[in-house]
Antibody, heavy 119, light 110 residues
Framework: QVQQVQSGAEVKKPGASVKVSCKASGYTFTSYYMQWVRQAPGQGLEWMGVINLSATYTSYAQKFQGRVTLTRDTSTSTVYMELSSLRSEDTAVYYC????????????WGQGTLVTVSS | QSALTQPASVSGSPGQSITISCTGTSSDVGSQNLVSWYQQHPGKVPKVMIYEGSKRPSGVSNRFSGSKSGDTASLTISGLQAEDEADYYCCSYTSSRTYVFGTGTKVTVL
């Protein structure tokens, strides 16, 4: 079935980096875009960025420019989100979500990865 | 890019209809028709309910409908049911080739 399975929870210290993976299955990987969205505890959804899975196009929210990097490995159908210079405010659940090219519909979400930033 | 503006909460009795607004600008909601709506129950993953402004994915009840006027999009839930109690978020593509979510609305079924 269509799904994305994300890597497990992480605990990081301020200033460190975290790399979350999102492995896709059940569909043609390169026909989609992969969005990244985060949700801080008790807060709303926040869009972080997108990567085109058939090419190297990426787009990031201005808030995360210079701190976030999205990459993909087509051989394993896996997308990676790396966030650097972590601070306590980055504590959140991070989701990957599939988007069919240009539809604006995030129709399949990973289970989420909790990243906790604490000294 | 500022978050789209949604009411913090909306409530209704079973069977009633409610509407959630999502106000943006001419650079996002008003610029094209790529507004989507997501339902999120506590502790669960978001689920797309409406995309491209008014289209329903397969499996989503026809009690959910979307529309847009100018810089404001709306989600209407008709025949409100207990299972509709959840948080709802709008999301829009922007002229900067990015996306932006709304502030979120908690729907309570009285």
């Amino acid at each position: 079935q269509v799904q994305q399975v994300q890597s497990g929870a992480e605990v990081k210290k301020p200033g460190a980096s975290v790399k979350v993976s999102c492995k896709a299955s059940g569909y043609t990987f390169t026909s989609y875009y992969m969005q990244w969205v985060r949700q801080a505890p008790g807060q709303g959804l926040e869009w972080m960025g997108v990567i085109n899975l058939s090419a190297t196009y990426t787009s990031y929210a201005q808030k995360f420019q210079g701190r976030v990097t999205l990459t993909r490995d087509t051989s394993t159908s896996t997308v990676y989100m790396e966030l650097s210079s972590l601070r306590s405010e980055d504590t959140a659940v991070y989701y990957c979500a599939r988007e069919y090219s240009g539809s604006g519909s995030f129709d399949s979400w990973g289970q989420g990865t909790l990243v906790t930033v604490s000294s | 890019q500022s978050a789209l503006t949604q009411p913090a909460s909306v409530s209704g009795s079973p069977g009633q209809s409610i509407t959630i607004s999502c106000t943006g600008t001419s650079s996002d909601v008003g610029s094209q028709n790529l507004v989507s709506w997501y339902q999120q129950h506590p502790g669960k993953v978001p689920k797309v309910m409406i995309y491209e402004g008014s289209k329903r994915p397969s499996g989503v009840s026809n009690r959910f409908s979307g529309s847009k006027s100018g810089d404001t999009a709306s989600l209407t839930i008709s025949g409100l049911q207990a299972e509709d109690e959840a948080d709802y978020y709008c999301c829009s593509y922007t002229s900067s080739r990015t996306y932006v979510f709304g502030t979120g609305t908690k729907v309570t079924v009285l």
